[in-house]
């Protein structure tokens, strides 16, 4: 019987490239969304992958959508072996011009919603007896600050906390939490990251990617490919006696 893994906001960028290789894995692939036409849209594209996936619409940041996502995925497929708290969003700002609706919107998604999927998720491993595997999308500003992502980063810091303590605590039953850590991905996410820089820092547009781009040591931004070849392992076996760790997966920007 396959195994069953959920992504939530798996309906584009490094979610979908997650979602994408862990159908070609074998995974029956859950993909959770606001979105849900562009779900539903990822969803007939993997059937031509023959990748067996089903859309739910939900919002990670609302803890009862979070539960119904994990009751969804094992009525249609029995149960959730790998649960990944990919759904995430970004804020360009310098600290002084945060307000306060800002703060509460990147912390309602990036850091409730990351911890409502670890608690739907660990609920239901535990039913299962088996383990599992609980998957967080942290960054490589979870761990160093940048200019300008102030908030972004308090939040990954959070992730990259709640990582550990996770790890701790649901060790005892066979579930393992780690999380992941990208750098520059050519997403709709660092798009929107370069038009804040643009407007902050007087650049001209692609001129912060390109900034950036020149300083990864591998010469190359990131795709969500690369990010989801680390993600593979990490839901994979392999990976069985791995748990807490925040890995940087950045093409040699951050090497701590």
């Not at 810091?157 to 709640?162: E, I, Q």
Request: hydrophobic share 40%; aromatic share 8%; with cysteine.
């Amino acid at each position: 019987m396959s195994k069953v893994a959920v992504i939530t906001g798996g309906a584009q960028g490094i979610g979908k490239g997650i979602a994408k290789r862990l159908g070609k894995d074998g995974f029956n692939i859950v993909i959770s969304d606001m979105n849900i036409e562009l779900a539903q849209q990822t969803v007939e594209e993997f059937k031509n992958m023959d990748i067996h996936a089903i859309a739910v619409e939900g919002d990670v940041s609302i803890q009862e959508d979070q539960f119904a996502l994990v009751s969804e995925a094992v009525e249609q497929f029995g149960s959730v072996d790998v649960f990944i708290n990919n759904a995430g969003i970004d804020q360009v700002q310098a600290v002084e011009d945060i307000t306060p609706e800002n703060l509460e919107k990147i912390f309602n998604v990036n850091v409730f919603g990351t911890t409502y999927g670890i608690q739907a998720a660990a609920k239901q491993m535990k039913k299962q007896e088996k383990g599992g595997k609980i998957i967080n999308a942290c960054s490589i500003a979870g761990k160093t600050a940048f200019n300008l992502l102030g908030a972004y980063s308090a939040t990954k810091f959070a992730v990259h906390g709640l990582t550990q303590v996770a790890a701790k605590e649901l060790a005892q039953f066979k579930i393992t939490v780690n999380a992941y850590c990208p750098g520059i991905v050519g997403t709709g996410m660092w798009d929107r990251i370069d038009a804040g820089m643009v407007e902050y820092m007087g650049l001209k547009p692609g001129e912060a990617w390109q900034q950036n781009v020149d300083n990864i040591p591998l010469q190359r931004s990131q795709t969500p490919e690369d990010v989801a070849k680390l993600v593979s392992y990490l839901a994979s076996e392999d990976s069985d006696y791995m748990t807490g760790q925040a890995i940087n997966i950045d093409g040699g920007i951050e090497l701590h």
